[in-house]
């Protein structure tokens, strides 16, 4: 189903059958909206029994705002992550994807009763990236993919442009695939993007919430290293999908990570 909530687009799945087991917020990150999550993942734990909530933040998808993208900051995509949350009949889960885990970390540490737990996906570190992590990209994609990823975020890709796939996946994708992927993702707002390579959220003493990091065992955008620093911040061991690359939800490996997950919610 989608609705439209506080001009932002909202998807929602389930619960299916006489299970209820909560509720889960999925966050989606830069790039994205809440598309990357209907194929796989809304299906996938709506059939376990939880009410599945996804929106677009502001600026993606169908969500209004797209002409002022580059003006919104991580503040911004909190508030509409806000909005839905005040709209819930329960405290959820959050699930964060990539930019998305990183607005999920800022409610997580700041407003922690809102929510009963969080999967954080291919997550940044709450103390940032690190400008260092573009030398990385150069020495392991070359120019060309830089390139590509700098099109895509300014918005410049064109109609058989090279697209930067390594970027994002690891399992080979069929052509059908490639080609819906490619005229579904957008280009990325510049400010929020700078944020992420500094401290964004600040992770309080004793923090009592369950937090579960993932994130690809392939993952060339957000390496390994990156999800263990995510986990050693909040206390906990990363858990890394073999054959997943950045976009754990879509990638060929997804099934295992859902799996995963779906064992973390079943002990909350």
Not at 80 to 109: C, F, K, N, W, Y
Not at 239 to 247: C, D, F, K
Request: aromatic residues 10%; proline residues 7%; hydrophobic residues 40%.
């Amino acid at each position: 189903m989608t609705g439209v909530q506080a001009g932002l687009e909202v998807l929602t799945a389930g619960p299916h059958g006489l299970r209820h087991n909560g509720t889960l917020l999925f966050v989606h990150g830069g790039y994205h909206g809440a598309w990357c999550w209907a194929e796989k993942f809304l299906p996938y734990f709506a059939g376990l029994g939880y009410r599945c909530v996804a929106p677009s933040l502001r600026g993606h998808g169908e969500s209004a705002g797209f002409e002022k993208l580059n003006s919104f900051r991580l503040r911004d995509f909190d508030d509409d992550v806000r909005a839905v949350l005040s709209e819930l009949p329960e405290p959820p889960v959050l699930i964060g994807h990539s930019m998305g885990a990183a607005v999920v970390q800022r409610i997580l540490t700041r407003e922690p009763d809102s929510v009963r737990g969080a999967v954080l996906i291919s997550a940044p570190p709450p103390s940032g990236i690190g400008a260092g992590i573009g030398f990385r990209w150069i020495r392991t994609g070359g120019w060309p993919v830089m390139w590509q990823l700098w099109k895509l975020h300014q918005g410049r890709m064109r109609t058989g442009d090279p697209f930067p796939f390594q970027a994002f996946f690891h399992g080979t994708l069929t052509e059908q695939q490639r080609s819906d992927y490619v005229a579904r993702v957008q280009k990325e707002s510049h400010r929020a993007g700078k944020e992420l390579a500094r401290r964004f959220a600040r992770v309080p003493a004793g923090l009592r919430i369950p937090v579960l990091v993932m994130g690809g065992e392939q993952d060339w955008l957000f390496p390994p290293d990156l999800t263990r620093r995510t986990a050693q911040a909040y206390g906990t061991d990363a858990v890394l999908i073999p054959g997943s690359g950045h976009m754990v939800m879509l990638d060929a490996a997804w099934r295992r990570a859902a799996d995963r997950i779906g064992e973390f919610l079943g002990g909350l």
